[in-house]
Antibody
Framework: EVQLVESGGGLVQPGGSLRLSCAAS????????MSWVRQAPGKGLEWVSA????????YYADSVKGRFTISRDNSLNTLFLQMNSLRADDTAVYYC???????????WGQGTLVTVSS | EIVMTQSPATLSVSPGERATLSCRAS??????LAWYQQTPGQAPRLLIY???TRATGIPARFSGSRSGTEFTLTISSLQSEDFAVYYC??????????FGQGTKLEI
C-alpha cells in the first residue's frame, strides 16, 4: 500500500525556520516526482514546490522562491522541505503528494500544520 | 499561469439526487485535468484523471467529461459520504499545476 507520512510542522515565529519531512513507503520512491502542496486555513490548495525522481531538478512557486528548499533522500525514501524566513501567510497544512508517470497526483499524505505567529 | 475557475462555490443537493460540478480553464490544458474530493480534516483524494478516467476504487457514480476548456464532474446519485469539497486541478504543465478554488457540496 502506498503511504506518505508528513512530520515536522509546528508553531514558529515570523522569520523562523522549519524542516518538513515526508516518509514514503509502498512504491519505488526514486522513480516518481514528488511535490509539496499547501492549504491555508479555510482556503483552497496551492502548489508550493516539486522535485524530480532523481532530485536533480527542483521547482518553486513564486511565493516561496528563495525561502524554501525542496530535497529528497532516495536512500531513506524521504522528501524534505526546508522553510526559512517564514511569514504569517505561510501558515497552512502542508501535504506531500506523489506524481504518477502521467504527472497527476495519485497519493497524498495526511498533512502537517505549520503555524507562523508571534 | 493557467487559472482554473470552479462553479458554483456551493451546491446544495439532496441524497439520491444528481450533482453537476463545473471547472473552466483559462487556456487549453488538453485532457490533463484531475478531480479531487476532500472531506474535513482529510487529505485530498483522487477521483478522476485524464478528465474522464476514474481512479482505482472510485465508484461508478462519479464521472468526468470535457468540452474544450470546460470540464464537468457528475455524481449520479449522491450518497451521504459524497458531501465534501471538490477541487479540479490542471496538470498540463509540470510542475506548475493550478487548482480551482473548490466547490462545496452540501446537503
Amino acid at each position: 500500500e502506498v503511504q506518505l507520512v508528513e512530520s515536522g510542522g509546528g508553531l514558529v515565529q515570523p522569520g523562523g525556520s522549519l524542516r518538513l519531512s515526508c516518509a514514503a513507503s509502498g512504491f519505488t520512491f526514486s522513480s516518481f516526482p514528488m511535490s509539496w502542496v499547501r492549504q491555508a486555513p479555510g482556503k483552497g490548495l496551492e502548489w508550493v514546490s516539486a522535485v524530480t525522481g532523481s532530485g536533480g531538478n527542483t521547482y518553486y512557486a513564486d511565493s516561496v522562491k528563495g525561502r524554501f528548499t525542496i530535497s529528497r533522500d532516495n536512500s531513506l525514501n524521504t522528501l524534505f522541505l526546508q522553510m526559512n524566513s517564514l511569514r504569517a501567510d505561510d501558515t497552512a497544512v502542508y501535504y506531500c503528494a506523489k506524481a504518477t508517470t502521467s504527472w497527476f497526483y495519485d497519493c497524498w499524505g495526511q498533512g502537517t500544520l505549520v503555524t507562523v505567529s508571534s | 499561469e493557467i487559472v482554473m475557475t470552479q462553479s458554483p462555490a456551493t451546491l446544495s443537493v439532496s441524497p439520491g439526487e444528481r450533482a453537476t460540478l463545473s471547472c473552466r480553464a483559462s487556456q487549453s490544458v488538453s485532457s490533463n485535468l484531475a478531480w479531487y474530493q476532500q472531506t474535513p480534516g482529510q487529505a485530498p483524494r483522487l477521483l478522476i484523471y485524464g478528465a474522464s478516467t476514474r481512479a482505482t476504487g472510485i465508484p461508478a457514480r462519479f464521472s468526468g467529461s470535457r468540452s474544450g476548456t470546460e470540464f464537468t464532474l457528475t455524481i449520479s446519485s449522491l450518497q451521504s459520504e459524497d458531501f465534501a469539497v471538490y477541487y479540479c486541478q490542471q496538470y498540463n504543465n509540470w510542475p506548475l499545476y493550478t487548482f480551482g478554488q473548490g466547490t462545496k457540496l452540501e446537503i
